[in-house]
């Protein structure tokens, strides 16, 4: 009676302790798939701050006589979240020289000397950093002010993209960008530019620029 009591006990135990091995394996196994909390959070954290597409170092490089391309440009800075660099020249337009109703004045006679090179004041720094450079300029006769010819003849433009854009009194931009483009590397990857008008609004940048992949949508 007493031996069968004892083997009885025996074999509850045995089961209770096969019971618990078992559960601890299983909770072993869980743990072994599921990363730790402290894992988790942190592979999520990291998919947040995964950059949102293209993450560009763009420049917005502009020349402005009256003030409409510098809007224009700081508007763009802004909406890129880009760097600005004015074009100043060395020496500055006065009012007389931007009177176009008198073809002997200073921007209608560089207009017309396709060798003009009117010099920059100063250089843009690190510009080797840059992937991407908006070129903002007024239209003059139909085309880019010579001392923008000047600024694309002083810098390495390999492999960047050029953006340009433009303010006007009512010309598109034309082909202004088509004779800009023989003056630097040929392998800088020009995109079709656009003329705006003065009072565009950093929103219709914003999808501009968005529809011609320079930044991403919102
Ligand atoms: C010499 C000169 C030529 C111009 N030629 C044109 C032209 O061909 N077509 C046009 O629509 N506007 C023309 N304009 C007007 C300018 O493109 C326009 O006023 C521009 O927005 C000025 O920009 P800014 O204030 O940044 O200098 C000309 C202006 C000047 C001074």
Redesign the pocket.
Known sequence: MVIKKRISALVVLTCLLLVALTGCGSTTATEKAQPSEGAQSEASGKNQTQPQGEQRKILVA???????????AKNTAEVLQADLYEIVPQVP?TKN????NDES?R??VE?KNANARPAISGKAANFEKYDTIVL????????A?RIIDTFVESYDFSNKTIVPI??????EIGSSADALRPLCSSSAKWVAGK?FS?GTSKNELSSWFASIKIIDKK
Not at 97 to 100: I, V
Not at 136 to 143: E, F, R, T, V
Not at 166 to 171: E, K
Request: with cysteine.
């Open positions: 502009y020349f402005s006589s009256t003030g409409h391309t510098q809007s224009l337009y020289d931007l009177n176009y004045t921007a209608t207009q903002a300029y007024p239209i003059w006769w139909g085309q002010p433009c303010t006007s009194a009512s010309s003329r003065e």
